[in-house]
């Protein structure tokens, strides 16, 4: 089993619908990340949670260390926003190395 | 100010050549971290780094790869005698202090032929 698990695997929804994409983790964590992949491959790094909630514009991502799970909410969703999102943790041993989720392909269709 | 700069951004090399990837922080940014991601597989860290010192390479594989952040210029990941399981894409991130803050460069794709 992965240290970190996504769900879904994959998700087509139409413009405007409200996204949630889901991570849970297994390990002790001092952070999580959720990052973004477009096609042709650059990451860009959306959120770096270590409790709470944070937003940006029309993404929201909140964690429950308790529960060792994290989600990212997308509200009136744009295909501009079709990518690949992914959950990393940085793990509280071992201080620098995070491990990732496997991703979330996400397509918003018109 | 630049952000995280790799290059090559595509760089194909045939079945025992060497690879040479290279990654240039953010200014004021002394933490460097490589990452691996196999073709449909997730991201995988490798090494990180700080000037002249490797940190953590538990995630290096044990032969042929090697990397530093020499005191002058960029990291450098090398690749020696490249074979075909090698292709990937090769991501760097930068910190000013650790890896709770990254920012990430466009990666370099290596295709072995």
């Known amino acids: 089993k992965n240290e970190v698990e996504q769900s879904p695997q994959n998700l087509t929804a139409q413009e405007g619908e409200f996204i949630t994409i889901n991570c849970s983790y297994s390990v002790g964590i001092s952070a999580l990340h959720w990052l973004q992949q477009h096609p042709g491959g650059g990451i860009v790094s959306l959120f770096m949670?270590?409790?709470g909630k944070k937003k940006h514009g029309r993404l929201i991502a909140t964690i429950n260390i308790q529960e060792k799970h994290s989600s990212l909410h997308i509200t009136a969703s744009h295909p501009r926003d079709s990518a690949v999102y992914i959950c990393a943790v940085l793990l509280i041993q071992g201080a620098q190395k995070l491990v990732f989720g496997q991703g979330t392909r996400l397509t918003i269709n018109p | 100010n630049a952000g995280v700069m790799q290059n090559p951004r595509h760089l194909v090399r045939r079945r025992g050549q060497e690879a040479r990837l290279r990654c240039s922080p953010m200014?004021?940014?002394?933490?460097v971290y490589w990452y691996r991601q196999l073709p449909e597989e997730g991201l995988k860290f490798m090494v990180y780094l700080q000037k002249e010192n490797i940190i953590d390479e538990s995630g290096m594989p044990k032969e042929r790869f090697s990397a530093e952040f020499p005191k002058e210029g960029p990291s450098i990941l090398r690749i020696q005698q490249v074979v075909r399981g090698d292709s990937a894409a090769y991501f760097c991130?930068?910190?000013?202090?650790?890896?709770?803050?990254?920012?990430f460069g466009a990666g370099s794709r290596l295709t072995v032929l």
């Open positions: 991130a930068s910190s000013p202090f650790g890896a709770n803050v990254l920012t």
């Open positions: 200014k004021g940014h002394s933490h």
């Open positions: 949670l270590s409790s």
